[in-house]
């Protein structure tokens, strides 16, 4: 079956840490799109990158189609970038989205 | 722009009773629909997406379905709740086409008791 899968599963950084999230996908896919999910549940989109890189502030991500995964990139965290972060991908074979478990993030002060 | 919207916004149900949730998207036209749900706050499972009216695919066999009465309003039904219903519902669209990106509404809190 399709497999969505990130690591680690549970960062703490202290405020002002990088870190690299990481998703893996089974197939090659058409979308592929990382979220941060806030306390209060909402899911904000934060990239949209099948392929390529691309920044954002201190957020950038980074997906090699060929090898199948992606990355995206934190620095100088701060406390309001705790939440769960997903990836999310779709294939050739239809409209569905598939996501991964999801990394759960908390940044100390 | 292009808005999404999700009500109610938390609900507490017994078991047994139907359920109703509703989605609307405003500012696009014929886009695919997505219902997913959450539980115990990771892990999104997709349940049904639509690409139009009347148009529903089921992921995952449960006592859940969803409906597509206009172009723009999705609509998640039980007739009888279940405990293991309880989660945090979410509502997504995309443009038309597998390339589309997906955009998230609010969500819906259902407790069952």
Redesign the interface.
């Given at each position: 079956g399709i497999q969505v899968e990130q690591s680690p599963p549970d960062l703490i950084l202290q405020e002002g840490a990088n870190s690299t999230l990481r998703c893996n996908f089974s197939d090659s896919v058409?979308?592929l799109?990382w979220?941060h999910q806030n306390p209060w549940?909402?899911?904000i989109?934060l990239f949209?990158i099948?392929s390529g890189t691309k920044q954002n502030g201190r957020l950038s991500a980074t997906t090699v189609a060929t090898e199948r995964y992606s990355l995206l990139y934190i620095s100088s965290s701060q406390t309001t970038d705790s939440g769960?972060y997903?990836c999310?991908a779709?294939?050739?074979t239809?409209?569905?989205?598939?996501?991964g478990?999801?990394t759960?993030l908390t940044v100390i002060p | 722009s292009q808005t999404i919207h999700q009500w109610p916004a938390t609900l507490v149900q017994p078991v047994g009773s139907p359920l109703s949730l509703e989605c609307t998207v405003e500012g696009t036209s014929n886009p695919n629909l997505y219902w997913y749900r959450q539980a115990a706050g990771r892990g999104l499972q997709l349940l049904f997406y639509s690409v139009g009216i009347g148009q529903i695919s089921s992921e995952v066999p449960q006592n859940l379905s969803a409906s597509r009465p206009q172009d723009r309003q999705f609509i998640l039904s039980s007739k009888k709740l279940l405990l293991s219903d309880s989660g945090f519902y979410l509502c997504a669209w995309s443009q038309q086409g597998s390339l589309g990106e997906q955009y998230f509404g609010p969500g819906t809190r259902l407790t069952v008791t």
């Open positions: 058409n979308n799109q979220f549940g909402q899911l989109n949209y099948p769960v997903f999310a779709n294939w050739n239809g409209n569905q989205f598939y996501f478990t999801g759960s | -």
